[in-house]
T-cell receptor, first 114, second 113 residues
Framework: GAVVSQHPSWVICKSGTSVKIECRSL??????MFWYRQFPKQSLMLMAT?????????EQGVEKDKFLINHASLTLSTLTVTSAHPEDSSFYIC??????????FGSGTRLTVV | DAKTTQPPSMDCAEGRAANLPCNHS???????VYWYRQIHSQGPQYIIH???NNETNEMASLIITEDRKSSTLILPHATLRDTAVYYC??????????????FGGGTRLMVKP
């Protein structure tokens, strides 16, 4: 079945630094990738949608200059959290959509900013 | 996409069937019902989806009412590993790229020994 690899699974960084999270579709081409954020005991909230080779579309309230998304190929999308602050600590999850429309999620990245 | 309503939590005894309800009274004719689950600290996992007919796979069964305003996900023999948050999502189906999945609160299912 379709597999999405998300890396790293957890990361701790210092306040003010940047962190990059990778999302790869291993056995299919992902026309669209989605990035979600999930705070403790809350549901997943969509942050942005990215299509290969074009700029990401951000949801209202999500700072595009803080959460940089790159979708340079049909199998790789990255989310960079720039100048991270403690309030950015969260569980970040990517989802890849294949040509037939199915969604596959990565295993998530737990970011802790100290 | 149509909004869904699910009970926030449910308990189920191990080995018994778990029946998780979902209301989607504003569903449109071209919208599918999808079910995902999220085990603690993992990404969501696809379970099943359907349009109007009942569906069954190796994980679960999906029963959709005739008027399509509600559905029930059935885990026939729940195990402790089925403890998770279950999300019912309604969206347009097919290969429409860019149609995101919108997650509601889901149902936290606790399977007890």
């Amino acid at each position: 079945g379709a597999v999405v690899s998300q890396h790293p699974s957890w990361v701790i960084c210092k306040s003010g630094t940047s962190v990059k999270i990778e999302c790869r579709s291993l056995d299919f081409q992902a026309t669209t990738m989605f990035w979600y954020r999930q705070f403790p005991k809350q549901s997943l909230m969509l942050m942005a949608t990215s299509n290969e080779g074009s700029k990401a579309t951000y949801e209202q309230g999500v700072e595009k200059d803080k959460f940089l998304i790159n979708h340079a190929s049909l199998t790789l999308s990255t989310l960079t959290v720039t100048s991270a602050h403690p309030e950015d600590s969260s569980f970040y999850i990517c989802s890849a959509q294949g040509l037939l429309g199915g969604y596959t999620f990565g295993s998530g990245t737990r970011l802790t900013v100290v | 996409d149509a909004k869904t309503t699910q009970p926030p939590s449910m308990d189920c005894a191990e080995g018994r069937a778990a029946n998780l309800p979902c209301n989607h009274s504003t569903i449109s004719g071209n919208e599918y019902v999808y079910w995902y689950r999220q085990i603690h600290s993992q990404g969501p996992q696809y379970i099943i989806h359907g349009l109007k007919n009942n569906e069954t796979n190796e994980m679960a069964s999906l029963i959709i009412t005739e008027d399509r305003k509600s559905s029930t996900l059935i885990l026939p023999h729940a195990t402790l590993r089925d403890t998770a948050v279950y999300y019912c999502i309604v969206r347009v189906g097919g290969g429409n790229a860019g149609n995101m999945l919108t997650f509601g609160g889901g149902t936290r299912l606790m399977v007890k020994p």
